[in-house]
C-alpha cells in the first residue's frame, strides 16, 4: 500500500512562501486525484486544493484562492503545494491524500507549517 510522506514545511513570516512536496511510495497514487488537506491547533483536519489529474482541473478551498498552487505529476506519485503570501492563518500541518470520492489512503505524519506575525 501507498505511503505517503510530505515534506517542504517550516517557519515563515508573514508574506512568505513555502513550498510543499508530497511523495508517495510502495503503490500509486489515486489514480483519479491528489489533494492537500490542513490542521490546524485544535481543529478539524480541511480540504486545502485538490488536482485531478484527468484534465488537470484543480479546486480551491476559498481561504488559499489566489495564493496557493497544487502541482504534480501522477506518474511519478509526487504532488506539490506553491505557498505564496502565507499569513498566520495558515499555521496548520499540511498532509497529502486522495480526496472524495477516493478511498482515503493511510495518512502520512504531515508537514508544519507556522507563519509568524
Known amino acids: 500500500q501507498v505511503q505517503l510522506v510530505e515534506s517542504g514545511g517550516g517557519l515563515v513570516q508573514a508574506g512568505g512562501s513555502l513550498r510543499l512536496s508530497c511523495a508517495g511510495s510502495g503503490s500509486s497514487f489515486s489514480s483519479y486525484a491528489m489533494a492537500w488537506f490542513r490542521q490546524a491547533p485544535g481543529k478539524e483536519r480541511k480540504f486545502v486544493a485538490s488536482?485531478?489529474?484527468?484534465?488537470?482541473?484543480?479546486i480551491y478551498a476559498d481561504s488559499v484562492k489566489g495564493r496557493f498552487t497544487i502541482s504534480g505529476d501522477n506518474a511519478k506519485n509526487t504532488v506539490y503545494l506553491q505557498m505564496n503570501n502565507l499569513s498566520p492563518e495558515d499555521t496548520a500541518v499540511y498532509y497529502c491524500?486522495?480526496?472524495?470520492?477516493?478511498?482515503?489512503?493511510?495518512w502520512g505524519q504531515g508537514t508544519q507549517v507556522t507563519v509568524s506575525s
Open positions: 491524500n486522495a480526496p472524495f470520492p477516493s478511498t482515503p489512503l493511510p
Open positions: 488536482i485531478r489529474w484527468t484534465g488537470d482541473e484543480t
